[in-house]
């Protein structure tokens, strides 16, 4: 499969064209006019996607003429002609000997292509690549390092950590959001948590082949995983259910199949940044999903599939996937090549677990909610709370005159503290935000982002790493971060996404630095 037709089947317009909801719970239309797939979003714009455009640009580009290399030149050849100057024609001799004499010379030797440029993933430079197929379970085979010097090892030291610093939040995060659908994390040695777990026992290591070892592994379980989520939230979206939350609930939900889906398309761009992973090595994706499918297909087997099918998803699932003429299946049989050997029944088990409206599973933060230092507002003078109010309240008719949140009007008040706003559990968050314009037109509601706020916010401000240990701190941020990516506006942008990742990044090498350069 080329590599143009996979970037319509990523595109995000693409995704938004396919996910058309409508009104019933299940529509009474086929499938295949339901979904509409890649395949006819390129019929419908005329769009070859085989076609190479480098070779139709160089179609247009005028060739040079045949005359060049004969006795007859044409009077439209591009080349020029060299001047019957008998000197002329001795420097321009000597000029071309001297030159293949330097490049023929003995001491002259091809350059060292090896650790030329920073690391990346799967980088040939750094790692030995995969080949075959018998090779493919060796990932992470580092190089000989004996060519960099002291200052070369710091320096590619430096990029390799902005590479597991990345690796490590992404799958940080997603950790969290995979245990707050339910999702099994197994310490198999291509599971996700184990090498999650490894990363962590690593994270003040000084040596560059651990590190390089720890991201080429942690990357591919990560990426493995997250491509076959996205096969099951995609098969959760085209079931037509609308959950939504009561009418004036601040507590916190996950989001559905719809922006789930953004959330990891998004994370897969980060992983296929160049920056990250020079060439994907699809082989040991393929590979590797195939070895937790096979895991979770052996836990259902011992758990016993449950009957239970109350609201005819597993029914409505199985039919989708059953069928060979569905684009949905013509899309992942195209990207998972073993897209057709997966039994219909994990597939409807690991998708419907998309549905979930509250986390199931919450990992421990380093500092309970209780000892976060919010103002108690019984304790605080009445008298100045009611004045603060007012201002709040001015503040919010000025920000709905303006079209901006009351969030956005307090930050750009240089007099106002964000983290003194937070502690009193105000909003300060910005337009892209869920909870913006509920809290602008509530004033006195109490933020449902205030805690994620008040913890990142604390987190900058303490230079020390405090007294719990990596994991907890870890477990802690990756749940703001997740927490920030969910409560991100439906409507947004793809580049609000992005940027949101940028910023969970930031807060993870802060994390991460904060370990290494402690005692």
């Known amino acids: 499969m080329t590599q143009l037709r ?38 419908n714009n005329h769009i070859d996607p085989m076609k190479n455009p480098v070779e139709e640009r160089s179609e247009a580009v005028p060739r040079y003429s045949s005359s060049v290399y004969s006795e007859h030149e044409d009077a439209c050849s591009p080349v020029l002609r060299l001047s019957n100057n008998k000197n002329k024609k001795e420097d321009l001799t000597g000029c071309l000997k001297r030159k ?5 010379a003995p001491n002259q030797m091809a350059p060292n292509r090896r650790h030329s440029r920073p690391y990346a993933v799967s980088s040939g430079e750094w790692v030995l690549v995969p080949t075959t197929e018998s090779s493919l379970g060796r990932i992470g085979q580092v190089l000989s390092l004996d060519d960099l010097t002291e200052m070369q090892f710091s320096y590619h030291f430096d990029t390799a950590l902005k590479v597991f610093i990345k690796v490590y939040a992404m799958a940080k995060v997603m950790e969290v959001a995979f245990l707050s659908y339910g999702c099994e994390l197994d310490n198999a040695e291509t599971g996700l948590q184990y090498w999650i777990k490894h990363a962590e026992a690593e994270v003040r290591t000084n040596s560059l082949a651990v590190l390089i070892e720890v991201v080429e592994n942690l990357f591919y379980a990560l990426y493995s995983r997250v491509i076959i989520e996205m096969a099951g939230i995609e098969l959760c979206a085209l079931f037509k259910l609308q959950l939504r939350p009561a009418v ?3 507590q916190f939900f996950l989001p559905d199949a719809n922006h789930m889906y953004r959330l990891l398309l998004a994370c897969k761009d980060n992983l296929d940044d160049t920056n990250v992973c020079e060439s994907l090595q699809e082989g040991v994706v393929h590979q590797w999903q195939e070895g937790f499918l096979r895991r979770l297909a052996l836990k259902e087997i011992e758990k016993g599939f449950n009957p239970d099918d109350m609201l005819g998803y597993r029914r409505f699932a199985q039919s989708i996937v059953s069928d060979p003429t569905c684009a949905y ?26 549905f979930t409206v509250l986390p199931k599973v919450v990992l ?6 209780g000892q976060l230092p919010f103002v108690d507002l019984k304790r605080a003078n009445p008298m100045q709370w009611e004045k603060e109010i007012i201002l709040d309240y001015r503040l919010a008719t000025l920000g709905k005159l303006e079209g901006r949140s009351i969030g956005e009007e307090r930050r750009d008040d240089p007099k106002i503290r964000l983290l003194s706003l937070a502690r009193c559990r105000k909003c300060i968050c910005t337009s892209v935000c869920l909870c913006s314009w509920a809290c602008t037109y509530r004033v006195k509601s109490a933020c449902p982002c205030s805690e994620r706020h008040v913890r990142i916010m604390m987190a900058r401000r303490c230079k020390e790493t405090g007294p719990f240990d990596f994991t907890i701190r870890a477990n802690t941020a990756a749940r703001a971060c997740w927490e920030g990516l969910a409560m991100l506006r439906r409507d947004v942008k793809d580049d609000t996404i992005l940027l949101e990742w940028r910023e969970a990044f930031e807060v993870f090498e802060l994390t991460i630095q904060k370990e290494r350069w402690a005692d």
């Open 6 to 43: 996979k970037s319509y089947f990523w595109s995000p317009s693409t995704w938004k064209l396919r996910l058309k909801h409508g009104s019933r719970t299940q529509s009474t239309t086929s499938t295949a006019e339901e979904f509409h797939s890649a395949h006819s979003f390129i019929l």
């Open 100 to 104: 293949m004499k330097s490049l023929t």
């Open 248 to 250: 004036g609930s601040r």
């Open 329 to 354: 299946v013509a899309k992942w049989r195209s990207l998972v090549p073993f897209f057709d050997t997966i039994p219909s029944e994990i597939l409807a088990v690991m998708s419907e677990k998309w």
């Open 364 to 369: 421990p933060d380093d500092v309970p909610s």
